[in-house]
Structure formats: C-alpha cells, structure tokens
C-alpha cells in the first residue's frame, strides 16, 4: 500500500505515453477530466475502449523502466454498447501503469476507466492521504455518474454492466464499493503487531511526494484518522462485479460486511502458498464472502502487477536508490504472470459482465 514508485515518480509521470515505432492494435484511448461535486477537484482519467482504429499510435505506461501498451489516441468508439471496468491503481502508482490489463479488457469488448487517486498517486502522494479510502471510493463513484451521464459515453456504455478491478490499495478500493468496511481499531493492531508491513512503514517512513518530487512530512499516526470516515460504506450498487488483486487492508474488513456482499468478487492473491504477505493475503476474504471465488499466481509477487519491464531496468533501480524490487526475476516472465491474470481477470469480468448474465 505504500508508494512503490519513489525516486522515479516525476520521470514516470512525464512518460506516459510516447509515439511507439510499430503499428498500434485497434484500442482507443482518450484522456478525461472529471471534477468531484463533492471534493472540488479534477481528476485525471484515462478511458480504454474498443474503437476503429482510426487515431493517432501511442504507447501508454512507456517509461525508461517499463514497457507501454499500444494504443490509438483519440480513435473513434466501435459500434454498440459495452459494459464498464473501472480501475484503481495502487498506492503511488497511475492508472498508466495498469495500461497492459486495460488494453486487453478493451480489445474484449470492455470499456475501461480508470483515474489518477489525488494523494495516492505518481508524484502526489503522502502517508496521510493512504489510508482516505473514502476519498478513493468517491472518485470512482464520481466517474461512473460523469461518463453515463456524457453525450460522448453514455450511448456506448451499458449502465447495468458495471465493474470494478482494483490492485494493492486499489484492491482494498475495489471492496469497499462491493460493500467492505473497514475497521480502525483492528488497522492500528495490524501495524502494531505487524510493524514491517509495506503500508505500516510507509506510516512511519517520513517522507512522501509533492509536484513530482520527493519531501518530508511528519510521522503519521492512525490513531489521528477520521473514524467515522474510515469505517463509512462506501458501496456504490452500480457496480455489480469485483476482481480484486493483492488487497490492501486484507486484514481488517469487517466479517460481517464481507460477508453481506451480493455481487460477485473475484480475489486473486501474487504469489505461491506460504509466500505470501499477510497485509494482502485474502483467502479469509474469499471464503467470508458468499459470491467470492479465489485464486493465487504462483512464482510472482505483489510487484508482478505492474507492467513489464524493460532489459536493464532493475540495475537502473539499483543505480537511483529504489528500495522495493520492481522489476527482480521471480523465477518467471513477467509476461507469463500477466498472460494468466488476463484470463482470470477477463473471464471473471465476462462470466459476469457480458449482456445476457
């Protein structure tokens, strides 16, 4: 849950989206501006889509470290109605970053919406905007209502099929709108007897990141967070399908709120049994949630979610301080691990999306 991307936020931030040298695949790709009624800011979303082909060839995510996913910027929209994924990156990551699943849901027939999370994203990112679910939750509540309510997007979208996948503290996002709460005296427990957990220590580290650069900020306490706000529903009912990867807050969702949840969830955890950290492991989730299927992706970890990386990226890492091994081999191809979270993600969504369920 922590940031993952530290000393690389600003030049993954500027890089985006970049001209590729092939010919992209028939993916459309536009970026939105959608501005919460109830926060007053803007958020910044990309939109994936099944189009014609027909704009400009752009590389999503491409970055010195990372490999892009092609697309074709500003394509005109394919024929029909689709149904709608939202996603919410991780903790310091961007909705770029998760171009490489969103391209794939796109070319099945999925329109994919995903936004950058102000305070929890690239460049923008503190210890005490992480643990603001809330915050999260209405910004993906706040982008169904603007693109079903859009003369560009409403007549493509159909309303009754809208999902929601979500990675890290995007995961734990993803299950608060099924309908999770969550529970304050059980996090501080968590950190407290779990002091070496990536968010925990993100808690104590220090440091954040401001305009793209890293800053200090002091120490934050849980015990200074917003009750009534961190253990608020935040289900939004429009969404009827969950895949969740590697949640944040894994431990301490209420029973009894997982276990009221009526869409289907799908929860899939990085890594092989016994490997696995305990701030994500979800195989409790699973069996307390009535709809919950559960799966694991063997010789990965909760890095295998971000994209592909480039030769020579894990020696660059080394060489600017990153702590966190992003791009270490873990006795698979990334593109291997990401071949099966498609399938799993991608039937998930059909078996429960697709007009006619």
């Not at 890293?214 to 706000?229: G, M, P, Y």
């Not at 209420?254 to 049994?273: C, F, H, M, Q, Y």
Request: hydrophobic letters at 40%.
């Amino acid at each position: 849950m922590r940031s993952i991307f530290s000393v690389l936020i600003a030049l993954l931030a500027s890089a985006a989206a970049s001209s590729p040298a092939l010919a992209t695949e028939p993916v459309g790709v536009r970026k939105l501006s959608v501005v919460s009624p109830d926060h007053g800011r803007a958020l910044a979303v990309t939109v994936w889509y099944p189009s014609k082909g027909d704009g400009a060839p752009v590389l999503v995510g491409d970055s010195r470290v990372f490999e892009g996913s092609p697309a074709s910027k500003n394509a005109s929209a394919g024929n029909g109605r689709f149904p709608l994924v939202l996603l919410s990156h991780g903790s310091g990551s961007r909705a770029e970053g998760m171009a490489w699943i969103a391209t794939k849901l796109a070319e099945a027939g999925f329109i994919v919406a995903g936004p950058n999370h102000p305070g929890t994203t690239g460049g923008d990112s503190t210890p005490a905007a992480t643990p603001r679910i809330w915050e999260r939750t209405q910004d993906i509540s706040d982008i169904i209502t603007a693109m079903t309510r859009d003369d560009r997007w409403k007549t493509l979208i159909d309303k009754e099929r809208i999902g929601v996948l979500g990675f890290s503290l995007g995961g734990a996002t993803a299950m608060e709108l099924a309908g999770a709460r969550a529970d304050l005296d059980a996090y501080i427990r968590y950190c407290d007897d779990q002091p070496s957990m990536m968010d925990c220590r993100w808690f104590r580290g220090g440091r954040g990141f401001a305009d793209g650069e890293e800053v200090e900020v002091d120490e934050f306490d849980l015990h200074s967070l917003d009750k009534s706000h961190f253990e608020q529903s935040n289900r939004d009912p429009r969404i009827v399908s969950a895949v969740i990867i590697d949640p944040g807050l894994a431990t301490v969702f209420k029973p009894e709120s997982v276990k009221a949840i009526d869409i289907p969830l799908t929860l899939v955890n990085l890594g092989s049994a016994g490997h696995i950290p305990v701030a994500v492991l979800s195989d409790v989730l699973a069996k307390q949630a009535p709809t919950a299927t559960y799966a694991q992706v063997a010789d990965s970890d909760h890095f295998s979610f971000l994209p592909v990386c480039k030769t020579g990226a894990a020696e660059f890492l080394k060489s600017v301080g990153e702590p966190d091994p992003i791009c270490e081999n873990t006795g698979r191809r990334r593109a291997d691990i990401h071949e099966e979270l498609t399938s799993l993600i991608r039937q998930a969504f059909e078996r429960t999306l697709k007009p006619g369920n």
